[in-house]
Nanobody, 133 residues
Framework: VQLVESGGGLVKPGGSLRLSCVTS????????MTWVRRAPGKGMEWVSS????????YYTESVEGRFTISRDNAKNTLYLQMENLKFEDTAVYYC???????????????????????????WGQGTQVTVSA
């Protein structure tokens, strides 16, 4: 399994970025996918998840209405469109593969806050997002 995140950068508050996660080594459209992030000095935080076909999407409350998760199964790629970025969105963002076609519902990820890095076997290098004036 390979996960290669890109698209991060330095952006001012209110700005936008689009993250990409190119995957290989598994059948992409057999699995739900998730974005998580680690802010400086904090634990891993769940951001958003999507089912294999894109029909089910979940977001953590702090990004609801600002971030949009999507996927292109033909390109084996997961995306995260981030709008109206805030200082608190500064973090390294990672995509991870779920265990099957559908993600857990949000309460699961919230319960796992602080230990999400132990929930997934495969990790990419992440992509840094810095929101600064």
């Amino acid at each position: 399994v390979q996960l290669v995140e890109s698209g991060g950068g330095l952006v001012k508050p209110g700005g936008s970025l689009r993250l990409s996660c190119v995957t290989s080594g598994f059948t992409f459209d057999d699995y739900a996918m998730t974005w998580v992030r680690r802010a400086p000095g904090k634990g891993m935080e769940w951001v958003s998840s999507m089912s294999w076909n894109g029909a089910t999407k979940y977001y953590t409350e702090s990004v609801e209405g600002r971030f949009t998760i999507s996927r292109d199964n033909a390109k084996n790629t997961l995306y995260l469109q981030m709008e109206n970025l805030k200082f608190e969105d500064t973090a390294v963002y990672y995509c991870v593969k779920e265990k099957d076609e559908f993600p857990w519902e949000p309460p699961y990820y919230i319960r796992k806050s602080g230990s999400l890095e132990y929930e997934y076997h495969d990790w990419g290098q992440g992509t840094q997002v810095t929101v600064s004036a």
